[in-house]
Nanobody
Framework: QVHVVESGGGLVQPGGSLRLSCAASGSVFSRYTVRWYRQAPGNQRELVCSITSGGDTNYADSVKGRFTISRDNAKSMVLLQMNSLKPDDTAIYYC???????????WGQGTQVTVSS
């Protein structure tokens, strides 16, 4: 069983920055692709970005150039640096770990990000 915990959310003004963390324990972290999703009220959960074990990244068009995902396998942690935040970025952000080989994945409880003046 893998335990996933997100942190770093909060209230920020438009144009500001936040850094989210996703910490995992209970398994070999390097065997997982990690994805950040977000869900705004009334909307479906959407994929924000992802990072493979080898460090390959992918971003939704809406966050390209503003968000940066990175990982530290030794610390079993993924970071999401969010810059130039917009009100449309307001959502609960979830971290997801998907195993590279076995069809299993784990979710965290989410962290709230609110962008408002």
């Amino acid at each position: 069983q893998v335990h996933v915990v997100e942190s770093g959310g909060g209230l920020v003004q438009p144009g500001g920055s936040l850094r989210l963390s996703c910490a995992a324990s209970g398994s070999v972290f390097s065997r997982y692709t990690v994805r950040w999703y977000r869900q705004a009220p009334g909307n479906q959960r959407e994929l924000v970005c992802s990072i493979t074990s080898g460090g390959d990244t992918n971003y939704a068009d809406s966050v390209k150039g503003r968000f940066t995902i990175s990982r530290d396998n030794a610390k079993s942690m993924v970071l999401l640096q969010m810059n130039s935040l917009k009100p449309d970025d307001t959502a609960i952000y979830y971290c997801n770990l998907q195993h590279m080989i076995v069809p299993i994945n784990y979710w965290g409880q989410g962290t709230q990000v609110t962008v408002s003046s």
